[in-house]
């Protein structure tokens, strides 16, 4: 089964600017939509973007205009660059499929937004 590896979190000042990497372990060349999502302390996880085999993406409401995804079919990775960061933003982020049965979730990677 596929595995994923989020990495690139940290602690950054409100304002400040991340960018986050997923690794595949297999290829996502088929998968046709890829996303980031983060759950933060004592709520749901929530897809926060996705991006499809052919590069079309969509965000939240919450993070649009702020964050960016991209994808690497060669490399098998997707990548989250998020700038202009809130505290808001402060959660464990992961990558997966955007699919109704998706594949187990890595470790996701933390971010941590304060001043």
């Known amino acids: 089964q596929v595995q994923f590896v989020e990495s690139g979190g940290g602690l950054v000042r409100p304002g400040g600017s991340l960018r986050l990497s997923c690794a595949a372990s297999e290829s996502i060349l088929r998968i046709y939509q890829m996303g980031w999502y983060r759950q933060a302390a004592g709520k749901q996880r929530e897809l926060v973007a996705g991006?499809?085999?052919?590069?079309?993406?969509n965000y939240a409401d919450s993070v649009k205009g702020r964050f960016t995804i991209s994808r690497d079919n060669a490399k098998n990775t997707v990548d989250l660059t998020m700038n202009n960061l809130k505290p808001e933003d402060t959660a464990v982020y992961y990558c997966?499929?955007?699919?109704?049965?998706?594949?187990?979730w890595g470790q996701g990677t933390q971010v941590t937004v304060s001043s």
């Open positions: 991006i499809t085999t052919i590069g079309s993406t």
């Open positions: 997966n499929y955007v699919i109704a049965t998706q594949p187990a």
